[in-house]
């Protein structure tokens, strides 16, 4: 049995209240304690492959449209995907009744607003503006992504796409599981932490253009990993200039970064997609203990796209932002979604709210 259970067994109180946060990451500890290191690994290979055979035409059918029903179907599409969700009964269940795409477009296809929490209207305002009034792109945009598959491949990535189209720098954080406490950062300079209320405020002090997306380092249920993420970009950019050049800026492909060091390619007029690791090895995320490389770069950001029930609901569904923030799930828990937005369950919650 792992040590953390046993002493669980012995002394239930031996680690304080556990909330389902603690619960997740104590089961991806014992898992590794144990060699399960990545039990997912030839599902998430099946349905990245999968999805990227499909991309190409999602892409086409995205950029035939106006600006604002892109943005729309780009907010449907990550909502949608998120349903593949190996963390949940409900939606392994699916598994069984068909293959991921056929999922995808069912999921798709039931897409209506309005929303169980639908505040899309006030995001596209502050997006496109209203009458001749229009808002300037958001300088950094940190993306925190959660599920392989479509939810990574048909969902946050073409909405980090359209942000790069708009002229903001995007980064993808990485969460990443760091075994020294020593090395986590508690980022009291661009973060305060209320006890009694259950909020985060983080800092935007915006001195440069760039945007951000988030993903996991180590393996934990079907989220994507940070040793799988470049490849999935790589895949994608084959079929994408923007991505490409995004990529290629950013270094996250090979032979763009050889051309970089020996002077031979020029980037510098394309905006980068960077991969940065957060320092969490869980479905969750917690704000207070980051990496010092997230650290830096939420310094800088003016908006932060919170993806999936362990990142947008389970936790930070309650933290406040100092910068603009919009938080995007389908809840696949009918006792969650019962709870947290008196729903039910594949109910979607797209929750913006503008910088406090």
Not at 79 to 89: K, M, T
Not at 173 to 189: A, P, T, V
Not at 257 to 284: A, H, R
Not at 309 to 325: E, I, Q, S, W, Y
Request: aromatic share 6%.
């Amino acid at each position: 049995m792992s040590k953390p259970l046993y002493r669980l067994m012995e002394e239930p109180a031996a680690y304080g209240k556990l909330g389902l946060a603690n619960l997740l990451e104590l089961r991806e500890e014992c898992l590794r304690e144990f060699q399960f290191v990545d039990c997912y690994r030839s599902i998430k290979q099946r349905e990245n492959e999968a999805s990227l055979a499909v991309l190409p035409d999602l892409l086409v059918e995205l950029d035939s449209m106006s600006e604002e029903t892109r943005l729309l179907t780009l907010i449907e599409g990550v909502l949608a995907a998120n349903i593949f969700d190996w963390g949940s009964r409900a939606c392994v269940d699916l598994y069984h009744k068909g293959t991921i795409i056929e999922i995808y477009r069912m999921s798709r296809n039931k897409m209506q607003r309005p929303w169980r929490v639908d505040d899309f209207d006030v995001f596209k305002e502050r997006m496109f503006g209203s009458g001749e009034k229009k808002p300037q792109p958001h300088k950094r945009a940190l993306l925190f992504v959660d599920n392989s598959g479509a939810d990574i491949v048909l969902g946050m990535l073409p909405l980090a796409r359209e942000l790069l189209r708009r002229g903001t720098e995007v980064s993808l954080f990485l969460h990443k599981f760091l075994e020294s406490q020593e090395s986590l950062l508690n980022i009291n300079m661009l973060m305060t932490y209320h006890f009694q209320l259950g909020i985060y405020i983080i800092s935007n002090n915006i001195n440069v253009s760039q945007v951000v997306l988030v993903a996991n380092s180590l393996p934990a249920l079907n989220d994507v990993t940070a040793m799988e993420l470049p490849d999935i970009v790589a895949e994608a950019a084959k079929h994408c200039d923007i991505l490409r050049r995004a990529a290629e800026a950013g270094g996250l492909l090979v032979d763009a970064m050889i051309n970089t060091l020996d002077g031979s390619k020029d980037n510098s007029s394309s905006v980068p997609l960077m991969v940065v690791e957060n320092g969490c090895g869980s479905p969750c995320i917690d704000l207070r203990q980051v990496s010092s490389e997230l650290a830096a770069a939420a310094k800088d950001a003016d908006l932060i796209i919170l993806e999936g029930m362990g990142r947008a609901l389970h936790t930070n569904f309650n933290a406040r932002f100092k910068c603009d923030v919009l938080k995007l799930a389908m809840v696949k828990n009918q006792r969650l979604a019962e709870k947290l937005i008196k729903g039910n369950i594949y109910d979607c919650v797209c929750r913006y709210e503008p910088a406090s």
